[in-house]
């Protein structure tokens, strides 16, 4: 049995390590480039997102490189992703791959889902060899998103840009790498430190803008062009809530005990949305409405045809409370030059608004 | 007397006879938006964002023509009408919004229908939509329980007599339809039996689908439509194709399409709107049964504001063609 799975970001680290440990054989197709993106488009119906495109692109390459066994989410109750699996498995069995598709409950059984397909792949290993592997691939996980998120701080306030790019790389390999607890510490530490020491200019506060939206788009660099890296380059920190670390904290230890962590954000959004309208509809307008006093900005990402985006989309004009938007559609057609024109003429909007605060005047529109 | 608004757009075609009993039960006047009209799809469009589905900017039309008529709109949330099956988002952020892009309008009435939170949830929420009426709990239940034998008798009526819903509305409620006799009786040779698949509202609205039945008919046809069959009829078909369904309307799509493309027609359409979420999968899942069959032919129509009548019709008479040239050629060889 050869399993694969769907890229997200950097989510094949923790899972190789955890594989590994558990001796199960992992193929991990390439990271998504235009050929999975072109292999997605051409098989997938045309009214499909691209967080679907994209997944039935690395799923082909994966079985291309021999994987029978692949792993895709799904669960009731949320999207069309529910309905992934399925339609992508009779996609795949149409192209003459012989594979078997399985879904991950993630929706309705959080992490419990993953645990139960963990356990399902490597023949019913002792639960206790699974929870130590799993517990490697977590702290991987840790790791990466702890060194991520001070990637998005020094991006914006680098002398020579590109370092932080260049030193992140270098430390997911060195994540990616690591053996043992001890390694994994060292490695983190280090590109902190190296990260933190990185020559910035320190006069300016930089613009700081959230980023909110659809989970894969959020989360996948090359869906979304990369745009939390281009922001970077036009010197703005960017912040957002999306982390896959975070999110397993949460659905593993703090939901059982009733802590959410989306509480907070789905009670700001009531005034304007009752209730949940599955993807993450909800969170992004309550994204809005908390967030409006503390950034400057938020780009909002959301991929083309998205349900619940396009709600979130018509109420979030709509609240009393007011800070910019630049909704980003992301889908193949999403071009750098057209988006990077875009996100510039954002960033200046911000800009000027943030002097015009600091004047003590108020805008002009 | 309270005046009830109820838009002719989206759920309208499966519950409006029971809505209508419920409201009438408890002593208010039901007041329907008239049928689509170019203006209101335009009406309805500039206030959403462009990449909003055809049908949810033809509802905000609808209600955007109901305002000033009435005392409230009924806007339900609609979450889900079976255990564990799920309706689009769409339907769940209706009535919130509507509220955002129509300031304008009337209270909406938004009640959650979830089966899964239970009964008691289910009853809660139709009692908080009664209490608007009158406190008394008991008028509530008992105009709750005659608008679902008004529900269960619509639904008989549809499948005993062959009706669609507008015209099935029609014979129990008196809305009087765009233009009566649209969906006239069979004419007396049919030319070929088409099959059409798809939701009530983008079927049974004439603006919408540029008069498809109607068209369809003209040319001496004859249409089914997913109405016409019955539950354990589309509950089998279903599950063949997909096993268990995801969506609340699986299977009016994949069901009803799986049914006829096995036997019963000589051709199936296909009517899907632009960006709609669950049909692009679910129309890709019947087009890729019919491939698999080769039984029947079969054709989707992607519907949009943009589609312009001609192109619909070049490519029903197109179909139409086909599948007489089909059955000819197929009665030369069996003959």
Known sequence: MRVGMPHMGNI?????????????????????????LSLGVKYSPEG?????????????????????????????????????AKTQEQILHDLGYNVEMIQVGVSEKKLF?????????????????????????????NALDKIERVVQKVRARERIKGTANHLFAKAVKAIDQADDYDTLKKVQTEYIDQLNQVAKFTQAQPLLVGIIGEFYVVLEPFSNLDIENELGKLGVEVRRRLFISEWTKFSLFLNPLGVNETDRIHKAALPYLKRDIGGDGWESVGEKVLHAKEYDGLVHLAPFTCMPEIIAQNI?????????????????????????????AFVDLLERKRRSKDRQQPVLV | MIKIGIPRALLYYQYYPMWQTFFEELGAEVVVSPPTTRLMLLNGSSRLVADTCLPVKVFVGHVLSLVGKCDYILIPAIRSVKSKIYNCSKFLGLPDMTRAVVPESPPILDVEIDVNRGKRSLYQAIYKLGRHFTWNPFKVRRAAIAAWQAHLNYLELMTSHRLTPPQAIEKIAGVAEAEPGTHSSQPASTQATIALIGHPYLLYDE????????????????????????????????ARVVGRAYWTYEEEVVGVGEHYLRSGADGVIGIMVFGCGPDSVMMDMVKRQAARLRVTPFMSITLEEHTAEAGIVTRLEAFLDMIDRRKRRQSKVYA
């Open chain 1, 12 to 36: 094949y680290i923790p899972f190789k390590a955890l594989f590994q440990r558990l001796n199960i054989d992992f193929v991990i197709p390439p990271v998504s480039n235009q050929r999975t």
């Open chain 1, 48 to 84: 499909l997102c691209i967080p679907f495109k994209l997944t039935l692109g690395n799923l082909i390459e994966a079985a291309e490189l021999g994987a029978d066994t692949l792993l895709m989410p799904g669960g009731y109750g949320i999207c069309r992703l529910g309905y992934y």
């Open chain 1, 113 to 141: 889902g993953i645990l139960e397909m963990i356990k399902h792949l490597s023949n019913n290993a002792p639960w206790s060899k699974i929870i130590s592997a799993f517990r490697f691939g977590l702290t991987k996980l």
């Open chain 1, 316 to 344: 979030m004009p709509k609240t009393k409370e007011v800070i910019p938007v630049l909704t980003i559609l992301c889908d193949e057609q999403l071009a750098k030059p057209g988006t990077l024109t875009r996100l510039e």
């Open chain 2, 207 to 238: 603006h919408i689908n540029h008069r498809l039945i109607h068209r369809l008919e003209q040319a001496h046809n004859k249409v089914l439509t997913p109405e016409m069959l019955t539950a354990e009829e589309l509950q089998s078909a279903t």
